[in-house]
């Protein structure tokens, strides 16, 4: 009797092994990583074109949490971040564009701009990082200058126009002192370190044009910032600035 109980519950175990497995319910819908990734980053995308930068950006950081390796999700962070007033965290992400993404890729390119604009790609390139130190190093003697560069609604990463921006001495122990880049961007920065301290003339023109002719003390020891925008051009804000 006693066998023949045992042999009947292991029937009925085996019984249940060979039905089919249960699934979830059909009601239920289940959102993949993927998708919610490309949700998340799409959202952001229709910020930004709101120009909802911080919004855009909590977006944008959602969707890198769910795929870390992602460039052009980190690259748009980046871009919706230099928007803000979060500097340290635009250049973190551009440094890791620049040093992840694809070689020659459009994300690295405009990250090293970025980078380069801001007075930031020192440190960012490994072997660069011990041949530029030294002179890159800031004296405690000297000043530094830095700013937005914005003009209307022109997106960097949409219509680049580049502007010549030069620091000119304005009094008797500056007269000497000019400095002078052409590689900066309308909607990145721009930054001037090691500058004497005195008095200045901030000069920007783009394609030939000053937009911007502004007068600037320079204390040493100290960083100053002077952003570049309608409210103190010097040409007209329905203004439209060519490319060179």
């Not at 564009?97 to 459009?106: C, E």
């Not at 580049?162 to 000019?178: F, H, M, N, P, Q």
């Not at 044009?209 to 003390?217: A, C, F, H, R, S």
Request: glycine content about 6%.
């Amino acid at each position: 009797m006693r066998t023949l109980l045992i042999t009947a519950v292991l029937g009925l175990a085996i019984a249940g092994c060979q039905r089919a497995p249960l699934t979830p319910a059909a009601s239920v819908p289940v959102e993949t990583v993927g998708a919610l990734t490309e949700r998340l980053k799409s959202e952001g995308d229709d910020l930004m074109k709101q120009q909802r930068y911080d919004e855009a950006a909590v977006k944008y950081q959602a969707a890198l949490n769910e795929a870390p390796g992602d460039i052009r999700i980190r690259f748009a962070l980046a871009v919706a971040l230099s928007h803000t007033p979060r500097r340290e965290e635009t250049v973190t992400h551009f440094r890791i564009v620049m040093q992840r993404g694809a070689p020659g890729s459009p994300e690295v390119k405009t990250a090293r701009e970025w980078l380069a604009n801001a007075g930031e790609l020192e440190g960012s390139e490994g072997t660069a990082v011990a041949a530029s130190s030294e002179s890159s190093a800031p004296d405690p003697k000297k000043g530094l200058i830095r700013g937005k560069i914005r003009w209307n609604d022109i997106e960097p990463y949409k219509k680049r126009i580049a502007v010549t921006v030069s620091l000119i001495g304005d009094d008797a122990e500056t007269r000497d002192v000019r400095m002078e880049r052409p590689d900066f961007k309308i909607g990145w920065g721009y930054t001037f370190k090691n500058v004497p301290p005195g008095s200045y003339r901030l000069v920007a023109a783009a394609a030939g044009t000053p937009m911007w002719d502004l007068k600037v003390e320079v204390p040493a020891s100290k960083d100053t910032t002077l952003d570049l925008n309608e409210s103190n051009a010097a040409v007209a804000k329905d203004f439209t600035p060519r490319s060179n």
